[in-house]
Nanobody, 116 residues
């Protein structure tokens, strides 16, 4: 019913930047929250950042001041601007959408690798 497609991942050096995009399509009227989650091998998936339909944003402490989540005017696309990247940011980043956090819809993920 809702499809999420991530883009923008890749390889970047420590201290560098990447901008992730997530485009939602389908029955997007059901979406209240969109966010970014990440998972590294052997680790639990964690919520990185989220933004509500009303524009309220929040972040996990480890990325505050470095990452910025934003949305387009249609509230169907979210972005994650990632600055000052660290090796520990390396993970598969997943877009998520739904009525709440940890919503029912997930993208397939995009790999972010921070390495010299």
């Amino acid at each position: 019913q809702v499809q999420l497609v991530e883009s923008g991942g890749g390889l970047v050096q420590p201290g560098g930047s990447l901008r992730l995009s997530c485009a939602a399509s389908g029955s997007i009227f059901s979406i209240n929250v969109m966010g970014w989650y990440r998972q590294a091998p052997g680790k639990q998936r964690e919520r990185v950042a989220g933004i509500t339909r009303g524009g309220s944003a929040n972040y996990v402490d480890s990325v505050k001041g470095r990452f910025t989540i934003s949305r387009d005017n249609a509230k169907s696309t979210v972005y994650l601007q990632m600055n000052s990247l660290r090796p520990e940011d390396t993970a598969v980043y997943y877009c998520n959408a739904g009525a709440t956090t940890w919503g029912r819809y997930w993208g397939k993920g995009t790999q972010v690798t921070v390495s010299s």
